[in-house]
């Protein structure tokens, strides 16, 4: 048997080579590093995405809190124009004079505030707007106030006014009252007085004679004669009426000679057989004539005469025929 340093060809093709093995570990190391950085790479865009989420959010969160804010600063503002709108009439009425230019202000807001995509100007523009609206509601209620005032006193003068006339109306009243009691008291008084009443049947003959006669079937016309007179009363005319009764108690008269109706006091309406008048002078006694020819014959018995003025009896007499 002999021995060999040198190798033999069958140990050169031993599977186990160590270069093979590294270069193995190495890709591996490789595929696992690049592997946990597309892993970290990822957790990290996640993070990132989650970050700028968050941002946004944020964003939108604090977006919507200032449309909030400026949405409710308009709504108090409108409520604010509404209320004293609708408890004085005096703002409305100044409101409705400056109605163009509110009108064109709220439209302006509300649609900044209507906007999808509201920008920080926008808002911006939105509060600057209802901040002037303020200011204007401010103005009217200034205003408002120094007509409430001015309306205040205008209502106590006014008050004023109406007392004074009141009292007025009042006195007016009670003179005009005293007035006409002076009035008709003065009117009462001013009735004339009748004196020296006589009543005398006429026969009358040819020639124009006349002659007193008390037979009924001679006497043709009856003839009365008095005196007026007053110590009261203006300087006028006044009328005088005279009423004859017949023995039967029936008021002779004939509306073709004078006769017709009149008001008295007392009595109401009555007939007159005649009227005259006189023109009466204070303090002056007036004689009045008055003959009545009934164009028909007298009968027997006792005839009645009653004098009337200013609706009072001032006298009466009567004759009787036979």
Do not use: C, H
């Not at 993070?47 to 909030?68: P, V, Y």
């Not at 906007?115 to 901040?131: F, M, Y």
């Not at 009365?224 to 005279?242: A, I």
């Not at 020819?293 to 009968?299: E, I, M, S, Y």
């Amino acid at each position: 048997m002999s021995y060999s340093n040198y190798p033999s060809a069958s140990s050169q093709e031993n599977p186990s080579n160590p270069e093979k093995k590294d270069n193995r570990t190495i890709i591996y190391g490789l595929l696992i590093a690049a592997l946990l950085g597309t892993w970290g790479y990822i957790i990290w865009d996640k993070s990132q995405t989650k970050e700028i989420t968050t941002q946004l959010q944020t964003q939108l969160t604090a977006s919507d809190s200032a449309k909030t804010a400026v949405q409710n600063e308009y709504n108090a503002a409108l409520q604010r124009l509404d209320e004293l709108t609708s408890m004085n009439t005096s703002l409305d009425s100044l409101v409705q004079t400056k109605n163009t230019e509110v009108e064109t202000m709220k439209a302006r807001i509300q649609a900044l505030l209507n906007k999808e995509r509201k920008t920080a100007a926008d808002l911006a523009e939105a509060k600057r707007l209802i901040t002037e609206l303020n200011s204007k509601i401010s103005g009217y209620v200034q205003e408002v106030e120094t007509l409430r005032g001015e309306n205040l006193q205008l209502k106590n003068e006014k008050q004023e006014l109406i007392t004074q006339k009141d009292n007025l109306r009042q006195e007016y009243e009670q003179t005009k009252q005293k007035k006409q009691e002076v009035e008709d008291k003065l009117d009462v008084a001013s009735t004339l007085v009748a004196s020296n009443i006589n009543i005398v049947t006429i026969d009358e003959r040819r020639g124009g004679k006349e002659k007193a006669k008390d037979v009924a079937k001679r006497v043709d016309k009856l003839k009365l004669t008095f005196n007026v007179y007053n110590r009261v009363g203006e300087d006028e005319t006044k009328d005088v009426y005279v009423i004859i009764t017949d023995p039967e108690g029936t008021v002779i008269s004939n509306e073709a000679l004078g006769s017709g109706r009149f008001n008295t006091r007392e009595d109401g309406e009555r007939i007159y057989t005649q009227k005259t008048n006189v023109y009466f002078s204070a303090a002056k006694s007036v004689p009045l004539s008055i003959d009545w020819k009934p164009g028909a014959k007298f009968v027997k018995g006792t005839y009645k005469v009653e004098i009337y003025n200013n609706g009072f009896k001032i006298g009466e007499g009567s004759r009787t025929l036979r």
